[in-house]
């Protein structure tokens, strides 16, 4: 898809899918360090009605997922969106077992701090390790409620329209956070992994929490200086991590 497209998509429904963008050995690797990251430091989360694995902060866990927090096609369309003055927020993943109940609506902005109008201040990109299927649990979304000046529907509100975008392992999904959204149930008999991570303006990155601080070995250089050897692709030039968690 050209950026135009996505850009579009993003403007009228809140939200768009990119095609495959890793190589199969970078999502084989990426698999096998959130694996990792899981077993080792993974907890139980609950939130909303829902329960699933989260694996919070990974680029303080493991310097090769710096190579998402600045891959360059994607960076681009985020750049597009919400302007360069922007941080890294967060990037944890989340793991939903079969069995693993939807979640319910929410938003990741505020009512206090939501612009029904104008730039976004917020895109979620969700690296799809396994396919998202209505199955395996994709993430649902209310098309348009970007737009919305309160983060969920009201209690009495039926929401009829309810999108499940899904892709194939290695899609990417990048949605406004505004965007009234949750984990779809996993009704499956396959765990549906993803990393997502969260890009907003501003100059500070704000943690979510304890574990979501980007702890100060994992930061990049300003000066451009590659703050990993190991990478997934072979890239050359400066990398955009020491900007992007400052
Ligand atoms: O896992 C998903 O698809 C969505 C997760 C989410 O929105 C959340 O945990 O707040």
Not at 37 to 47: E, K, L, P, W
Not at 60 to 83: K, N, Q
Request: proline share 9%; glycine share 10%.
């Amino acid at each position: 898809m050209d950026i135009a497209q996505a850009q579009f998509e993003m403007e009228v429904f809140g939200f768009t899918v990119l095609d495959p963008l890793l190589t199969e050995p970078e999502v084989s690797r990426l698999t096998e360090l959130v694996d990792a990251a899981d077993t080792s430091d993974g907890t139980d989360y609950v939130y909303d009605g829902a329960f699933a694995r989260h694996v919070a902060n990974l680029p303080a866990r493991d310097d090769r997922f710096l190579a998402l927090v600045d891959y360059p096609s994607v960076l681009a369309l985020v750049e597009s969106i919400l302007g360069t003055d922007i941080v890294l927020g967060s990037m944890n993943a989340r793991i939903v077992w079969p069995g693993d109940p939807e979640q319910g609506l929410h938003s990741d902005i505020p009512k206090v701090h939501r612009r029904p109008t104008g730039r976004p201040i917020m895109l979620q990109v969700v690296w799809m390790i396994d396919g998202f299927t209505t199955e395996s649990g994709a993430t649902r979304i209310v098309p348009g409620s970007h737009r919305a000046a309160v983060p969920a529907p009201a209690p009495e509100r039926y929401v009829p329209h309810i999108s499940s975008p899904v892709g194939a392992a290695r899609s990417v999904l990048v949605f406004d956070g505004q965007c009234w959204h949750g984990g779809g149930a996993n009704t499956g008999d396959a765990r549906r992994r993803a990393v997502f991570a969260h890009y907003r303006v501003g100059p500070y990155a704000v943690p979510d929490g304890p574990d979501d601080r980007l702890l100060p070995g994992s930061l990049g250089s300003d000066d451009g200086t590659p703050t990993s050897t190991a990478s997934y692709s072979a890239r050359s030039g400066p990398t955009q991590c020491g900007r992007l968690l400052r």
